[in-house]
Every structure is written in structure tokens, then in C-alpha cells.
């Protein structure tokens, strides 16, 4: 069984739309928790950086972390063309675990005009 | 300022030949990461440098592989002997510590023949 599990997808919305990725964690060490964006043939880019439960809003960008549950949320509102491109989480452990992250494997959004 | 920069872009080689992939990290950026993700795949973790040294080569999937850094900057990461199951794009990373942010090179795309 993989540490971190992530919805597949492909996820297809309206311009517009809300979307919701997920991703459930099963190594309770983990207490750093990332959402990448990486599109097409280019190298995955940090979107969000959270370190305890709760919510934390960038913009039209929400992480979601309830670690009780070993759930992590990335919301987009108002999606735009431009958000479709893969969407990875990741997590790593506490300092002194080495700063390796450990990704899923990636949800595909495309958002449709 | 510049970004991590990975070179080559892509590289094609045959069955059983040596590879070297280069990744120049951000100016000042002590840690380095190197990531396979194969097609359809999230990021697997190969080895990460604090400065030169490698505290943390678990990912290395055979001795086929090994990596280098010097002079706490550029690191080249080597692939003997290549195999088919080998092609993958190959991800470098660098934070200014092993806890902080890290950004992702445009990776090189292999493609073992």
C-alpha cells in the first residue's frame, strides 16, 4: 500500500467550477503538507505549503489538512482554462526526517471554456 | 533570478549505455533533490545532498545509479548500464535547507531504446 493515496481523476470541469482534490496519508510522521501544479513537460510548481490541521487560503487556492483523519484538500473556486494541468500533493516528516517529500500520484484537471 | 536548470532537456540513448544528467541548483541553495516520475506517475524520491554529501541515498533503485555533488552546487546524477524500464523523466529540486520550499528543475525526459 503507497504512504500517500491521491484521486486519479482525470477531473473535467466548466470554466468556473469548483474543484475539489484529494489525497489520503497513512504515515502519521507526516506534518508537511504541499499541493504542486506541474503542466505539461515542465517541472512540478509549489501552490500551497501548510504545516498544521485547518485551512489555509491563497487567492482562489484553499489547503485543507485534517491530520485526525490523514485528509488533505486542495479547492480551487472560479476555475479558469489556465488551472488545468496536473495537480500533485506531497508530504514530508518532521525536521530530522530528511527533507525528502513523498508525492502522489497526480490528479489531471482540465478546466473546459 | 534564474531558476534550477536541468540539462539535457531530453536524451535518447540505447540499451546498455551510460547516461550523465546534470542539474545546476538556484545561487545558495544547500539542499538538492533528485525525483524520478515515470509516465502517468507521481514523484519517487532517488537521493537528496546537504551540501555534498548524501545523507539520504534510499531511493536508488540499483547500484546501476549513483549521484555526485560538488562544491555544494552542481550535481550529476549517472544511470550505467541502462535499461529500458529506466525512461523517465528525471525531476532535480533545490531548497535553501532540507526543511524549506523546494523548486523543481524542467527535468530531462529519458528514453532508453
Known sequence: QKEVEQDPGPLSVPEGAIVSLNCTYSNSAFQYFMWYRQYSRKGPELLMYTYSSGNKEDGRFTAQVDKSSKYISLFIRDSQPSDSATYLCAMRGARGNAGKSTFGDGTTLTVKP | ?113
Open chain 2, 1 to 113: 533570478g534564474a531558476g534550477v536548470s536541468q540539462s539535457p532537456s531530453n536524451k535518447v540513448t540505447e540499451k546498455g549505455k551510460d547516461v550523465e544528467l546534470r542539474c545546476d541548483p538556484i545561487s545558495g541553495h544547500t539542499a538538492l533533490y533528485w525525483y524520478r516520475q515515470s509516465l502517468g506517475q507521481g514523484l519517487e524520491f532517488l537521493i537528496y545532498f546537504q551540501g555534498n554529501s548524501a545523507p539520504d541515498k534510499s531511493g536508488l533503485p540499483s547500484d546501476r545509479f549513483s549521484a555526485e555533488r560538488t562544491g555544494g552546487s552542481v550535481s550529476t546524477l549517472t544511470i550505467q548500464r541502462t535499461q529500458q524500464e529506466d525512461s523517465a523523466v528525471y525531476l532535480c529540486a533545490s531548497s535553501q535547507g532540507q526543511q524549506e520550499t523546494q523548486y523543481f528543475g524542467p527535468g530531462t525526459r529519458l528514453l532508453v531504446l
